[in-house]
């Protein structure tokens, strides 16, 4: 018998075995990596692709290097660390063209055909590189055939592995998981076949040795490497994982948003529509007014400056009539609030009635409305328009069964000859009102420079407001706001009251506007901070555990210190930020959100919530809700108002509860006044509830007894928002 040219080779099962499954591992960790390449977001997805690169192409590496340590050709082996290194780069260069692949929506066959080509040639290169390693003299014998078979091989594991990987996308959940296990043993298999092929065609000459090996060899390296590869492929299939979970949440976020979208724009209309409009006789509102005030004083302006009128008359003007009705608070008292608004809105048919199409009549609030005209001759059609609305108005109205005669007073004033900036038209027209109810009402005037009464009397209680803070005369009040479904205290409002020495309690609707201007919110609104944390530490002293939360005016929004200040008070009072709400307006936070590095972002990150209030009654987008960092959105009274009668405030709320839900924040009524109101923002889904309804607001000493009170009544089956249930925890308002 001729002697063997070659030696006899085999390879030890296990480490046969263990490459295999690396190999199917790395397959499935593949597979996952490919799905996270193409659903990340742009920056994440190259993140994705270069770590996944290197993990893939560590496993399909380590599968190869374990399989070569178990190669026994009946003499000591190893293998040279620089050709071995090299290998390895190969292997993940494969790896980022098939991940590089996985980034496209779809898979030509061009790109199938290039992408596996390259595949193939750089898995080529890793084996035959990893194999050159191996140092042996003489050198190997190659089967040719055997090369190209292992060649076609590593190109047809290539397209495979690109085939699936596209494939599986038009799967979704354990059916995708399934199919991917199964891939990954096929893909495996192939990997694994495709070494094993290309270990066959090397031929060792009988008589040669191997001069590497004092190189890289045995068992306990085998171990290692599979062990450190399969950790780094664990550890890419967690993180893989972990974001697949992140991107199901945000998909679920996304989702509920669409539904949201549904109604958005809806009641986005609605919402604009009621910035405009007065909800009660739907003739346009303040702001509106405002704007064509506005609009027109410019446009008188721009033709005076240009000369006047072409046919050389009299310039144009423009009238105001401050309309303001004689005796409306004694209907409101004796009749009742809907006879008062029932009335308000007749006010408001018959004004409409008398004016004309092109005049502009809009009510400003309570019994208060406006109407502004442009003629050549203002003063005299104004004060003939006066007279006609003074006798639309005297006309009987039926309430509630009774005869009732109304009279009103009216103001009259022109631009430019009693304001020529147009500024303070109104507030002149409002003067001339005021003049013509100390003459006994039921008449009208036209403005006169001595009128300004309200300005000075306007000064005067800025006078007085300059030391309420040092004289001890503002207090706060505390309103509770309760938990929809189950009636518990979840906090209580901050309210500022004035008590004036002569005037009594004196509104925050009065004299925050006056502060503002004036330039005194600042020590106000600082006080108010302290007092609040003070009290609430107070409470908690007595067991009383709630949070509370405090107005801030748009000008305190505008001191940078205010985050600062906030935290020292909240120090001070050793109190956990999150036991203070900072209610702001809708539109004094959209404003504050285009300033660069917001206070609200500061005061947010604090750890302070921040709560929307009067939303509905800005001009903002529901939209922008989602860039507001507010966990809490208060509905403005005006829709808990309308919530019976208009389809709008209703189509509204929802939308808004909705969208709020979805963004995760917590959605709270004000001004909730009767039964009614309380079961359909409870069905609508609102988490807290406000309004006189559930309490008034109390000094801080009746808050206590209050508390105690409720809890002197047992509370209802959590869930159970029925009627009876509701009433056992909320004390009735006298
Ligand atoms: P707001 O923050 O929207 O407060 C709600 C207002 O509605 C309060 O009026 C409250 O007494 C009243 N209210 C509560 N429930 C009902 C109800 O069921 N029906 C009716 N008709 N009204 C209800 P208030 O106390 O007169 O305050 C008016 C506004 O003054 C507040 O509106 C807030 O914007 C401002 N304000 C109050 N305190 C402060 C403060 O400390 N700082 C600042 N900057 N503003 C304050
Ligand atoms: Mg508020
Ligand atoms: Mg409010």
């Given at each position: 018998m001729a002697p063997a040219l070659f030696l006899d080779t085999r390879h030890d099962p296990l480490l046969v075995g263990v490459a295999f499954l690396v190999a199917a591992f790395a397959s499935y960790v593949t597979l996952d990596l490919a799905r996270r390449v193409h659903t990340a977001a742009p920056g994440a997805r190259r993140r994705w692709w270069a770590g996944g690169s290197l993990a893939m192409g560590t496993g399909v590496w380590a599968m190869h290097f374990v399989g070569m340590l178990g190669f026994d050709a009946g003499m000591p082996l190893g293998y040279r660390a620089g050709p071995t290194l090299l290998s390895w780069a190969a292997a993940v260069g494969a790896a980022a063209v098939a991940l590089g692949l996985a980034t496209r929506d779809r898979l030509g066959p061009v790109a199938l055909g290039g992408g596996s080509t390259s595949m193939a040639v750089a898995i080529c290169v890793m084996h035959y590189l990893g194999m050159a390693a191996l140092e042996i003299a003489p050198g190997i014998v190659w089967r040719p055939a055997i090369v190209l078979l292992s060649v076609a091989i590593a190109w047809g594991a290539s397209a495979a592995a690109l085939g699936i990987l596209f494939a599986l996308r038009r799967h979704r959940g354990v059916r995708r998981l399934q199919l991917q296990a199964l891939a990954a043993l096929v893909m495996g298999g192939a990997i694994g076949g495709m070494h094993f092929t290309a270990m066959a065609a090397a031929q060792i000459p009988a008589g040669a040795l191997c001069l590497?090996?004092?190189?890289l060899s045995g068992q306990p390296l085998a171990a290692i490497v599979a062990g450190a590869a399969l950790l780094l492929l664990g550890g890419a299939l967690l993180l893989s994982i972990i974001d697949a979970l992140g991107s199901a949440r945000e998909a679920q976020l996304a989702h509920s948003l669409q539904r949201a979208n549904v109604d958005l724009r809806e009641a986005n209309d609605a919402l604009l529509r009621r910035a405009f409009e007065?909800?009660?006789?739907g003739l346009p509102n303040r702001a509106l007014f405002n704007d064509r005030l506005q609009h027109a004083v410019a446009r008188i302006a721009r033709g005076t400056s240009q000369g006047g009128p072409p046919n050389g008359g009299p310039a144009e003007r423009l009238a105001v009539l401050f309309v303001d009705l004689d005796g409306f608070k004694p209907i409101n008292d004796s009749f009742g609030h809907e006879a008062g608004d029932e009335v308000l809105r007749e006010v408001g048919r018959r004004l409409l009635a008398t004016v004309r199409d092109s005049d502009t009549l809009a009510r400003l609030g309570g019994d208060e409305f406006v109407a502004m005209i442009e003629s050549r001759d203002a003063a005299a059609a104004a004060l003939s328009l006066a007279q006609r609305l003074i006798d639309s108005l005297r006309r009987p109205l039926r309430i509630a069964g009774q005869e009732v005669a109304l009279s009103c007073s009216i103001g009259v004033a022109v631009y430019p000859d009693h304001d020529d900036g147009g500024q303070r038209l109104l507030a002149c027209a409002d003067a001339a009102m005021y003049a013509a109810k100390r003459a006994g009402g039921g008449t009208c005037a036209l403005y006169e420079p001595g009128m300004g009464g309200d300005a000075a009397e306007q000064v005067l209680l800025q006078q007085a407001l300059r030391g309420a803070v040092e004289r001890g005369e503002l207090m706060l009040y505390y309103q509770p706001k309760v938990?929809?479904?189950?009636?518990?205290?979840?906090g209580l409002e901050a309210l500022l009251r004035w008590r004036h020495p002569e005037r009594g309690i004196v509104s925050p609707a009065v004299f925050v506007p006056l502060a503002e201007r004036f330039g005194l919110i600042g020590a106000i609104g600082a006080w108010v901070i302290d007092q609040a944390c003070a009290q609430l530490a107070r409470w908690h002293a007595q067991g009383l555990r709630c949070r509370v939360a405090i107005n801030l005016s748009p000008y305190q929004l505008r001191q940078a210190d205010l985050p600062a200040r906030i935290r020292t008070a909240l120090e001070r009072h050793q109190l956990h930020p999150s036991q203070l709400v900072c209610e702001i307006t809708e539109t004094a936070m959209m404003e504050n959100m285009h300033a660069e590095r917001s206070v609200l972002d500061q005061i947010a990150a604090l750890g302070v919530c921040l709560s929307i209030d009067d939303f509905g009654t800005g001009y903002s987008s529901l939209a922008h809700l989602r860039n507001i960092p507010a966990r809490q959105i208060k509905i403005d009274r005006s829709f808990v108002v309308d919530l019976a009668g208009s389809a709008d405030a209703h189509a509204v709320l929802e939308a808004v509860v909705r969208l709020a839900h979805a963004l995760r924040m917590e959605v709270v009524a004000e001004g909730v006044e009767t039964d009614e109101q309380r079961d359909a923002l409870v069905r609508l889904g609102c988490d807290l509830l406000q309004g006189y309804r559930i309490a008034r607001p109390m000094p801080a000493d009746a808050v206590p007894q209050w508390f105690e009170a409720r809890q002197e009544r047992p509370l209802p089956q959590?869930?159970?928002?029925?009627e009876g249930s509701f009433q056992t925890v909320i004390a009735i308002p006298r």
């Open positions: 590497s090996t004092d190189g007065d909800p009660l006789t938990d929809a479904r189950h009636g518990q205290v979840r959590a869930g159970a928002a029925g």
